[in-house]
């Protein structure tokens, strides 16, 4: 998660040359969300770490409940929602314009799309998904950076 940091603020650059505003709010949303997401993906590393070395299914279900209770999933909800938004304020600048961000912007905005999907329905295959076209949108993002193709065109 803590690779994903530097990959925001270099979008969000390439974000504030269409919409200042909206590259800030992004970039502010996004940096906070990574704390929420790491404390998801612990549980989640934790969890199947207990359930694969043989736990008792009733202390497995236990902290399974523990982690959904309302005063964890309380303090997690603003973070997940940071991130959600954030992705939606850094693609639709990139996604709404013509140019070389336009479709990893794109890939990334439906991978969130699907996330958010398992998580109202706890349908794991979309998350699956969802972090391969990450992933994907990633590496096209940084393969662009890197050859400097950020010369599109910019929304007054």
Do not use: H
């Not at 803590?2 to 800030?24: D, M």
């Not at 940071?82 to 961000?101: D, H, K, Q, R």
């Not at 794109?106 to 391969?132: D, P, T």
């Amino acid at each position: 998660m803590l690779v994903f940091v530097p990959g925001i603020l270099a979008l969000s650059e390439v974000v504030a040359k269409r919409r200042p505003a909206a590259a800030y709010a992004a970039r502010v949303l996004l940096v906070a969300s990574v704390g929420a997401l790491s404390a998801v993906f612990v549980c989640e590393m934790l969890l199947g770490r207990f359930v694969s070395q043989g736990a008792d299914q009733t202390a497995a279900v236990a902290l399974f409940e523990i982690f959904q209770s309302g005063a964890v999933l309380g303090a997690l909800m603003p973070g997940l929602l940071a991130f959600f938004i954030g992705t939606a304020l850094f693609v639709t600048p990139l996604a709404s314009t013509t140019g070389p961000f336009r479709w990893p912007a794109l890939c990334f905005g439906l991978g969130a799309i699907l996330i958010m999907g398992e998580i109202i329905l706890a349908e794991v295959l979309l998350s699956q998904i969802g972090n391969i076209l990450i992933l994907v949108a990633g590496i096209a993002f940084a393969s662009l950076l890197l050859r400097g193709r950020e010369l599109v065109p910019v929304l007054p």
